[in-house]
């Protein structure tokens, strides 16, 4: 069993950083300074961060003005495309959007495979 007085100490020194930054020897690290270059991760977790990732990309989808009424399915074609490529890429489809917006669902699916300009 790890002390509570360990476990304080290390923070301490350590420092708590939220993103991921490169330590004092180029070293990609997050937390209280783990080193992501050898950090495994099981499905258990990935699935919980996949699952937090993409609630925030809903969050972001159902934001975007004059998309309200399009079905499941195609939400969730919008949320997978906001975890790829980040919601300002998702923004970047300027044509798809306004295309779903006019329920002009073949066009955009088209648009979205870069098929048409």
Known sequence: MLSTELIESVKHHEGYREKAYQDTVG????????????????????????????????????????????????????????????INGLRRFRNTLNLIRACAYEKAAAAMLGLTV
């Open 27 to 86: 070293v990609w690290t997050i937390g209280y300074g783990t080193n992501l270059q050898v950090l495994e991760v099981d499905s258990e977790v990935a699935t919980k961060w996949l699952i937090e990732e993409l609630e925030r990309c809903a969050e972001s989808v159902d934001k975007l003005e004059g998309l309200g009424h399009v079905s499941p399915a195609r939400r969730d074609v919008l949320i997978e495309m906001a975890y790829n490529l980040g």
